[in-house]
C-alpha cells in the first residue's frame, strides 16, 4: 500500500487526476481557448450518446442547442478574456440521435504559470428529466388557476346563458322561419351554445378524474370517428390508420377520449393548410422504469395512441408552451388556445402520459399512454332515441331557484309541458311552500348554490317531511379542484341527479319525466319516492 503522507509524484498525480477525470458523477470535458474539446469522460459520452473518439477534437458548437449557443459563446469569451474564472448556467445539448438534453454548466478556466488561460474545465449535470417535472407542475398549476377563475365565474356565467338560451327558444317557438327575426335568434342560439361550451372546456381543465369512465378499446372509438374526422378534416388531407393486433383495452371516459382526438386532428389539420396526412396509431407497449420516469408515470402496460401530421411543425419556444391554457399561435378569433391544454388534462387525469416530437418543417407527434386493463367492454345498451317534443305531463313541481330570470324561464318550461309549479326563492321560502300546499308534491328541482340554505341541505330537510320526495338538482358551478367527489355524501347531490346550466328546454323535460317514472328507491331517490303522477 502506498504511504499516503509522502508526495505524488507527476506519474501518480497524473493517475489520479486522469482516475478524477474518468470516473467524476456528472458529464467532464477538458475544452482548449477556441472551444475544442480535447478530452471527455464515460459519463459525457453516455449522456450524449458519442464515442470518445466522436467527441474529441469537435467544437462544443457542434452539440450546443443552436438557440442556446450565442449566451454560450459569450460566456466562453468572457472567461478567455480574464472577466471572470468561472460561470454556471442551464443549457441545452444535442444528443447523437438529435434529441436534447438539459444540462446545468459549470465551467472553471484554469491558467498556466504564467497566469495565461490554459484550457477550460467542463462540468455538465444532465437535468432533462428535472426540467420535465418542472414544465409539467408549471403547465398543472396554470390549469388550476384556470380552473379556479372558471369555478368562480360558471354559476353566473351559466345563469345568464340559462335565461339568454331559454328566452331565445321561446322566441324561436313563436316565429316561422321565414320570419326577419328568426335567423337573428338562430345566430343568437348558436352562440349562446359556443359560450357555454367554452366554460365547459374551461372547467374540464380543472378536474382530477374522469366524468364517467368504461372499458373501452381506443381502436374501437377511432373507428366511430371515422366520418366526423373524414369531414373535419376535408379532402385535402389523407388519414392513415394503423394498429396492433390484440390491442389492451383502457378505462377512460368514453367523450374524453373523442375529445382528445378530435382537438389533435383539429392541430394537425390547421398545420396542414395545403393538404398532407394525418396518422393515427395504436399499440400495446411496457414502459420499463427508466421510460416511465421519463414520462412521469408508473412502469406497467400501456395503450398507445400516437397521432402524427406531416405539417409545418414546432419551434422549440411553441413546444415549450404548446399545453398552456389560451396559448395559440393562430390568429385572433380562430382559436381559443384550450384545445391541446384540455388534451393533456384529460390524458393526465385518466391516469394516462404524453409526449410531443415536432420541429419546424418536420411535422408532429403526440404519444399518449394510457394505462392497459385486462378488463372486456360491457355490451353497450341500446338507447331509444329521446323524442324532440316531450308530451304534456302532470304532476306538480317544487321549483326552488334563487335567480329570478333563471327561475322564471324554467318555471315557463315546466308549465309549457303540463306540469303545476310551485315557485320559490331559496329554502326557506321552499319550507314554507311545502308546510302550506295541502296537494302532493311529486318532484323537488332545486338549484345546488344558493344563499343561507343549499339545495342539498333543503333536499334533507324536506325529505324529513315527506320521505317520498323525488330530487333533481341544477347546477352551474364544477368545484374549482374538480373533485367530483363534491357530488357525494349527504350534503351533497349525487351523480345522475344534476341537470347542468345553462337548462335546455328538451334535456330538462326528458330529465324530468324520468325522475317522475322512477320507481320507489330508485337511484337519486334514495327516501323511497312514491309513485309517480299519474
Known amino acids: 500500500m502506498r504511504d499516503l503522507h509522502r508526495p505524488l509524484s507527476k506519474a501518480e498525480a497524473l493517475a489520479v487526476f486522469r482516475a478524477a477525470f474518468e470516473q467524476a458523477p456528472t458529464g467532464r470535458a477538458l475544452s482548449s481557448a477556441d472551444g ?50 468561472g460561470f454556471q448556467l442551464q443549457k441545452r445539448y444535442v444528443r447523437k440521435d438529435g434529441s436534447v438534453m438539459w444540462a446545468d454548466v459549470t465551467a472553471t478556466l484554469l491558467r498556466d504559470a504564467g497566469g495565461r488561460p490554459l484550457c477550460v474545465v467542463v462540468d455538465a449535470l444532465d437535468v432533462t428529466e428535472q426540467r420535465r417535472s418542472e414544465e409539467q407542475l408549471r403547465v398543472a398549476q396554470k390549469m388550476e388557476a384556470v380552473a379556479h377563475l372558471a369555478g368562480g365565474l360558471a354559476h353566473d356565467f351559466n345563469n345568464f346563458m340559462s335565461v339568454i338560451l331559454g328566452r331565445a327558444g321561446f322566441a324561436l317557438e313563436r316565429l316561422r322561419e321565414g ?19 367554452l366554460t365547459d372546456q374551461l372547467l374540464a381543465l380543472g378536474r382530477r378524474r374522469a366524468k364517467a369512465p368504461e372499458i373501452l378499446s381506443p381502436d374501437d372509438v377511432l373507428r366511430d370517428l371515422e366520418s366526423m374526422l373524414s369531414r373535419l378534416l376535408g379532402e385535402h388531407i389523407t388519414v392513415a390508420r394503423t394498429t396492433e393486433p390484440g390491442l389492451r383495452c383502457v378505462k377512460v371516459d368514453r367523450s374524453e377520449l373523442e375529445q382528445v382526438i378530435l382537438n389533435l386532428a383539429v392541430n394537425a389539420r390547421d398545420a396542414m393548410p395545403d393538404g398532407g396526412t394525418l396518422t393515427l396509431d395504436t399499440a400495446n407497449v411496457t414502459l420499463g422504469a427508466d421510460a416511465a420516469g421519463t414520462l412521469v408515470a408508473p412502469p406497467g402496460p400501456y395503450v398507445r395512441l ?19 391554457p389560451f396559448f395559440t399561435t393562430k390568429r385572433p378569433g380562430q382559436g381559443t388556445g384550450l384545445g391541446l391544454a384540455t388534451v393533456y ?74 306540469y303545476r309549479v310551485l315557485s320559490a326563492t331559496g329554502g326557506g321560502d321552499a319550507l314554507l311552500l311545502m308546510e302550506q300546499h295541502d296537494g302532493p308534491i311529486d318532484l323537488l328541482l332545486t338549484d345546488v348554490l344558493m344563499p343561507r340554505m343549499s339545495g342539498p341541505k333543503l333536499a334533507e330537510r324536506l325529505r324529513r317531511i315527506r320521505p317520498s320526495l323525488r ?20 350534503e351533497v347531490p349525487i351523480p345522475g341527479t344534476v341537470i347542468p346550466k345553462p337548462i335546455d328546454r328538451a334535456t330538462l323535460l326528458s330529465r324530468v319525466r324520468e325522475a317522475l317514472e322512477t320507481p320507489s328507491g330508485g337511484a337519486g331517490n334514495e327516501g323511497g319516492p312514491g309513485p309517480a303522477p299519474g
Open 36 to 85: 475544442t474539446l480535447r478530452l471527455v469522460n464515460a459519463k459525457l459520452c453516455e449522456m450524449l450518446g458519442y464515442t470518445a473518439e466522436e467527441l474529441t477534437g469537435r467544437d462544443y458548437a457542434g452539440i450546443t442547442h443552436p438557440e442556446d449557443l450565442a449566451a454560450s459563446r459569450e460566456h466562453v469569451r468572457s472567461l478567455m478574456a480574464g472577466e471572470r474564472n
Open 179 to 197: 320570419d326577419p327575426l328568426h335567423e337573428d335568434l338562430v345566430e343568437i342560439e348558436k352562440a349562446g351554445r359556443r359560450a357555454a361550451t
Open 306 to 324: 400516437t397521432v402524427s401530421d406531416t405539417g409545418a411543425g414546432m419551434d422549440e419556444a411553441t413546444r415549450e408552451r404548446v399545453f398552456d
Open 345 to 418: 388534462a384529460i390524458v393526465r387525469r385518466s391516469g394516462g402520459c404524453l409526449e410531443l416530437e415536432s420541429a419546424p418543417g418536420r411535422g408532429t407527434t403526440f404519444r399518449l399512454f394510457f394505462p392497459a386493463t385486462g378488463e372486456t367492454p360491457a355490451p353497450a345498451p341500446i338507447a331509444p332515441a329521446p323524442p324532440r317534443d316531450v308530451p304534456a305531463s302532470q304532476g306538480t313541481i317544487l321549483l326552488v331557484e334563487d335567480d329570478a330570470a333563471v327561475r322564471r324561464v324554467t318555471e315557463r318550461m315546466l308549465l309549457s309541458a303540463g
Open 471 to 490: 330530487v333533481l338538482f341544477m347546477s352551474g358551478y364544477a368545484a374549482p379542484d374538480g373533485d367530483d367527489t363534491r357530488w357525494a355524501g349527504p
